[in-house]
């Protein structure tokens, strides 16, 4: 059974930094594209980054662009947001998610997602 688990969620103050983490248990875990998406209350879940299998391939939405970095290393089965600069409008809770195959911004298109961690930016 696929498992993903994020942490390295918290409260920090504008302008500050986050480091997420998700641990998966894919193998091989260079055959699923990994992307990280957020949900903030009330509105709809929205993509964030996303990272091809071996890292040749990577989108950031533009709303992150330059502020937020995915990375992976498939030897520790695990993918990384870097978050700099966090401003109020980035408060979600962050979600992990796998698919077979090359990277893509559509949510539907995941076929594993975490369970989320909670990023709260205060002003």
């Known amino acids: 059974q696929v498992q993903l688990v994020e942490s390295g969620g918290g409260l920090v103050q504008a302008g500050g930094s986050l480091r997420l983490s998700c641990a998966a248990s894919l193998r091989p875990s260079i055959s699923y594209a990994m992307g990280w998406f957020r949900q903030a209350p009330g509105k709809e879940r929205e993509f964030v980054a996303t990272?091809?299998?071996?890292?040749?391939?990577?989108y950031h939405a533009d709303t992150v662009k330059g502020r937020f970095t995915i990375s992976r290393d498939n030897a520790a089965n695990t993918v990384y947001l870097r978050m700099n600069s966090l401003q109020p409008e980035d408060t979600a809770v962050y979600y992990c998610?796998?698919?077979?195959?090359?990277?893509?911004?559509?949510?539907?298109?995941?076929?594993?997602w975490g369970q989320g961690t909670q990023v709260t930016v205060s002003s």
């Open positions: 998610a796998a698919k077979r195959g090359g990277p893509t911004v559509v949510t539907g298109e995941y076929d594993f």
């Open positions: 990272i091809s299998g071996g890292s040749a391939i990577i």
